[in-house]
């Protein structure tokens, strides 16, 4: 069984830093992928940014690219984004998902098996 835990949202002023982390706290680790979307008010999901297993592939959406990095602690089994010079637009709800492969597909949340429950970022102007 695959449970993610997402942690460190919160609020903070445009040109401000988060970093959150994701936390498989199952069982199982049958993923090979580990994503990050956001879902605004009003607004489709969308993918921010993902990780292969072994650390080797990362891929970005190209509103955070330059500010985003995603990375892994193998040793505490998880997966952290860092958010710097965030901007008002980074506002949204931010899950943390996982799936076989990465790849050109990353994007595609239908593709995503597993889901944590969400983290809220909220950025000032």
């Known amino acids: 069984q695959v449970h993610l835990e997402e942690s460190g949202g919160g609020s903070v002023q445009a040109g401000g830093s988060l970093r959150l982390a994701c936390t498989n706290s199952?069982?199982?680790?049958?993923?090979?992928?580990l994503a990050w979307f956001r879902q605004a008010p009003g607004k489709r999901r969308e993918g921010v940014a993902a990780?292969?297993?072994?650390?080797?592939?990362?891929f970005y959406a190209d509103s955070v690219k330059g500010r985003f990095t995603i990375s892994q602690d193998t040793s505490e089994n998880t997966v952290l984004l860092q958010m710097d010079n965030l901007e008002p637009e980074d506002s949204a709800a931010y899950f943390c998902?996982?799936?076989w492969g990465c790849g050109d597909a990353w994007e595609e949340e239908v593709r995503y098996r597993y889901w944590g429950q969400g983290t809220q970022v909220t950025v000032s102007s």
């Open positions: 990780i292969n297993s072994d650390g080797t592939d990362q």
């Open positions: 199952g069982t199982s680790n049958k993923y090979s992928c």
């Open positions: 998902a996982a799936k």
